[in-house]
């Protein structure tokens, strides 16, 4: 028995002809995929975004109600060591740069061999020293870091999807006639930036002279229309470069008779906003179904099923089981997720419904047809917190400031008994300002009309709380929510009725400058340096006294109100308001 996984990052449902037939994407290796194996037409991402997605793909268990972005945990069960462990060998080839991060360095280890390819997204790979940057984009280095990487990238076979692919290739060639063995080949792309060579771009030709744009921020869309088709055309590009490494895959296959006893999964940790909902990018917003709502595809031997579709609600959490069943290993007592073998054969339903979410984002449940984001109870987000052993973030150790008040925590379900720091931790963003929201996919699939529901709320509310407890959730997850812990919740503790107004406000799109009084001149003045000016900060606590009074210490200097509202959400009518006062009456 042989296992291939092709994941890929960032890889969009929506724009793929076996879930869209009106695409514009020309990626026909997806269709002959789909062709080949089961579509999951229900699969639903967990743990966000990448390494807390991969650790969900490790364990077969949430992450993300006791843990952000981090490694494997020392009492965490490793699918691929488990396999292998057993007897099975398992290879990663991959260009993800995450796994060799603070934040991801546990992970690449759990394999019985790998190989890693350089050069995505910043990588700090080769040096070429040059002056120091003095710009306000923090992420700068990183972008005058990724034009250097790209420069040692000239032509598509430099490029490192391409290297990773080829390492697939090789071990599948060099393996072909041996028996237990899993590959995993893990490719960034068609992660941001969208970087590819002119044979893809050639194929989504298009008028456009606006500034070089394949490198989306995660805030809202605040460039013209011209500028973000451009950049929805790149990352087309970059999934069509996908589509030939998935059909060098499928080659492999056809060519070493691979169908009678391989198994292939090709999935993907969460989808990219490319202006749905006014947002670009993932993370900062709602986790809406264009980022949650996954392709995913299956083609296991022992049940067959190629050429059709499966609608049972799957999961991220499902893969572990999966693959650990397919070679004849018994999940562990701590993994959550199913055998979709199951699914396979019959259809079956796994699950009743399917949590996900992003460590101090919206907590959020889905049945299939409903899907209800609760938001945190009040203003502060709190009380937030950090449960581990690895105390890293993506790229830095867990600073000195943040373990000096450490506690130790009493032992969860699925810690082996051990005690874990527990860390009091803040989130990137606040629900609070997105407010709770429900929406109903059936009539409104592109969620843009939340529903008030109270009867509707309550039962999903109920499913999210069993489904916290079953997690074994920290209590504190349930303070922040405003969930009773310890009692069934009832119609006192729904928030999308009180929520609605916010909620309304933060779906609605940013503006252009140009929409507001005197070019919005006022609003690009620094938050800072308005709120030391008194008539200016007396709009400000007027229009937005939530942010007035809301701790501003990691705001940078230079980051100006409108760009402040192009990550957090702002009432656009407050905006209007507060340009036309402080255009009228000029800052001191």
Not at 137 to 156: C, F, H, P, V, W
Not at 260 to 265: A, I, K, M, Q, S
Not at 477 to 495: A, M, T
Request: glycine share 6%; charged share 20%; proline share 7%.
């Amino acid at each position: 028995m042989r296992a291939i996984n092709l994941m890929f990052d960032s890889l969009n449902r929506h724009m793929l002809s076996p879930y869209a037939a009106d695409t514009f994407v020309n990626a026909p290796n997806f269709a002959r995929l789909a062709a080949k194996t089961a579509t999951f037409e229900n699969f639903y991402a967990g743990s966000m975004p990448c390494m807390p997605a991969r650790r969900e793909m490790h364990t077969g268990r949430y992450n993300f109600l006791h843990r952000s972005w981090g490694p494997l945990e020392p009492f965490d069960d490793s699918m691929p060591e488990m396999l292998s462990k057993a007897g099975v060998h398992t290879h990663l080839v991959s260009d993800h740069p995450h796994y060799w991060e603070d934040g991801g360095a546990t992970y690449h280890p759990r394999y019985t061999t790998w190989e890693f390819f350089r050069g995505q997204e910043g990588d700090p790979w080769k040096g070429v020293v040059g002056p120091t940057c003095s710009s306000h984009d923090r992420y700068a280095g990183m972008k005058r870091q990724d034009l250097i990487n790209r420069s040692y990238m000239a032509t598509e076979a430099d490029h490192s999807q391409t290297k990773t692919v080829d390492a697939g290739l090789h071990f599948i060639d060099t393996n072909h006639d041996a028996d237990k063995w899993m590959l995993q080949i893990e490719l960034f792309d068609p992660h941001e930036p969208f970087f590819t060579h002119n044979a893809y771009k050639a194929m989504y030709e298009h008028d456009y002279d606006g500034p070089e744009f394949d490198w989306p921020g995660y805030q809202k869309v605040t460039e013209p229309q011209e500028q973000v088709e451009h950049a929805r055309f790149e990352y087309a590009a970059l999934v069509s470069m996908c589509d030939k490494s998935l059909g060098r895959v499928l080659d492999a296959m056809d060519r070493h008779n691979m169908w009678e006893d391989t198994l292939l999964l090709v999935n993907t940790d969460h989808g990219f906003l490319l202006g749905e909902h006014g947002w670009w990018a993932k993370s900062v917003q709602p986790w809406f179904n264009e980022l949650v709502h996954l392709p995913m595809f299956l083609w296991d031997p022992r049940t067959g099923g190629k050429d059709t579709s499966r609608g049972a609600l799957a999961q991220t959490i499902d893969i572990a089981p999966t693959m650990l069943r397919f070679f004849g290993l018994e999940p562990t007592p701590d993994m959550q997720g199913q055998d979709l073998a199951l699914v396979l054969e019959s259809d079956a339903q796994v699950r009743e419904a399917a949590l996900f979410g992003i460590h101090g984002g919206h907590v959020n449940v889905t049945d299939g047809r409903y899907v209800y984001m609760r938001a945190a109870i009040d203003s502060s987000n709190t009380p937030l917190e950090e449960f581990t052993l690895m105390p890293t973030h993506m790229r830095s150790r867990f600073g000195v400031d943040e373990l000096a008040q450490w506690q130790p925590a009493e032992p969860f379900a699925f810690t082996k008994g051990l005690r874990t720091l527990q860390v009091r931790a803040s989130s990137m963003m606040n629900s609070w300002g997105h407010g709770t929201l429900l929406f109903d996919l059936e009539t409104d699939p592109q969620q843009e009309h939340p529903v008030v529901d109270d009867e509707l709320e309550l039962r999903m509310l109920r499913l999210l709380a069993g489904l916290m407890h079953a997690n074994d959730a920290p209590q504190s997850q349930f303070q922040r929510l405003g969930i009773p812990f310890d009692l069934e919740p009832d119609n006192q503790h729904l928030l999308a009725g009180k929520q609605a107004d916010r909620s309304r406000q933060a779906l609605e799109p940013l503006p252009p400058l140009a929409n507001f009084p005197d070019g919005g001149l006022a609003l690009t003045v620094p938050v800072l340096e308005l709120l030391q000016d008194d008539r200016s900060r007396q709009a400000l606590e007027k229009h937005l006294p939530d942010l007035v009074h809301t701790e501003l210490v990691n705001v940078p200097a230079q980051l100006s109100l409108y760009r402040l509202a192009a990550v957090i959400p702002l009432s656009t009518s407050a905006l209007h308001a507060i340009s036309k006062e402080l255009t009228a009456v000029p800052m001191a």
